[in-house]
């Protein structure tokens, strides 16, 4: 099932074409209403003529989060602030929040993604979609909203939290479908279990999952527990909140909407464009966004780009599911550590939960990364011996795959607080 059959599956050739019509007048657009994109435009020598196709997006300046913060509340309103309906903004836990604000056209282009993000997952008028991200400040709550009633499906808005709600919900209302971040998804099976609750009796079929990267064996992990099919979705504050791109039911990478939003790979370290298949960083233009327009915004996260024609007959890019983030990438004694690396090695090891943390240290001038990582009651009843059999046995399992050493300590069943929206999986203590 396709939604939007027209721009899902529009031909190449015609989408560069009308993706450059949309540059043009973006940028068009931004010069004249908006003085902090005309002084960077200025600065860096290019004119809104200078724009002759869509490739010509290379030489627009990159935008950071850092600057969108120093903008803060209203300096990427590129529209009256009387035609903003809506306003959301990041938590700000880590600085002043970034603001996306949309008018009602975005809003409208924001239901339609979502709604595209849905379907792509088999999702139709008939289904009840238990929406658990959070309402409020935080784009997922009101964005999964926007697209499950698009679709005209009925949606339960019971936000995060009060897990064992959910579950009496889920029962009574006969829920199919589930969108949360995956590691809440996690939660919630857990406390079924605890319940005894059998998701094989729920009517529940799939999962939307998004707003922390994941990995495939956490998918199935989750697939595994609330017995569904689990759909990755990305999508950022920034941006437009969730309805970026999703995986089709191949489940075989993520497709973008790219009609809306113009994806590029370049290299972090330098900015140049990498070709398709090369992992670097994601940087998003948003072609039609009216209230906080975004050209070549840096998002830190790290993947790559496949245009081959997928099998569900979609014709847009896809790209891999996120592979870590620029900015959660550990460096330890000069090796790259990205936490979903650890993440897909734990996961392949027997009696081992989906819930670790990672805690570096500096001792001595040496980075030490710690690894605490959960295992069941079976494993962890077991006499202390071979608990330190199975910590070595991860360690050096953990070395091969990331080339430095980590300490891993094996800790009991729900040690490792739990979080309802998105997980903590990183405690750095080193002081740089
Ligand atoms: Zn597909």
Redesign the pocket.
Known sequence: MIWNKEFETMERKRLASMQTGLLQQQVERIYNKNAFYKGKMDAAGIKPSGIKSIEDIEKLPFITKSEMRDVYPYGLLSCDVNDIVEIHTSSGTTGKPVVDAYTQKDIDIWAEVMARTFT?GGATAKDRIQNAYGYGLFTGGLGAHYGARKIGAMVIPISGGNTKRQLQIMNDFGTTILSCTPSYSLYIAEVAAEEKLDFSKFSLKAGFFGAEPWSDNMRREIEDKLNIKAYDIYGLTEIIGPGVAS????Q??L?INEDHFFPEIIDPQTGQTLPDGEKGELVITTLTKEGTPLIRYRTRDITYLNREK?????TSV?MHRILGRTDDMLIIRGVNVFPSQIEEVLLRIEGVEPQYQLIVERKDNMDCLEVQVEVNDAIFSDEIKSLEAGEKRIEKELREALLVHAKVKLVEPKAIARSEGKAKRIIDKRVF
Request: proline letters at 0%; hydrophobic letters at 15%.
């Open positions: 792509m995986e089709c039911e191949r075989d990478m497709h997928c099998g569900c007959g979609r896809r």
